[in-house]
């Protein structure tokens, strides 16, 4: 059985500068990530592209650029695991 969530958020502020904060993946912007690590040397724009995302909290995951257009960015998780 496969499990999917989907989110969606309102964000009060220009298009251009909310692409601007996410596209890479790096989530400088979100107070508990404690740091993002390039997995694979594709470009950060680059679909395939692999990052490692570590919490606060310990929480590691890996996502995966699956999709990447000038309007929109698809990632998956591809695992989580707790330190």
Avoid at 14 to 24: F, T
Wanted: glycine residues 4%; proline residues 1%.
């Amino acid at each position: 059985m496969t499990t999917r969530v989907h989110e969606s958020a309102v964000i009060n502020a220009p298009a251009a500068k909310v692409w601007e904060a996410i596209r890479g993946l790096d989530f400088k912007f979100w107070s508990i990530v404690a740091s993002t690590t390039a997995v694979d040397d594709a470009k950060e724009t680059e679909v395939g592209s692999l990052v490692k995302v570590a919490f606060k909290d310990g929480t590691v995951q890996k996502l995966r650029r699956v999709e990447y257009s000038g309007m929109f960015c698809l990632f998956a998780q591809s695992d989580s695991f707790r330190t």
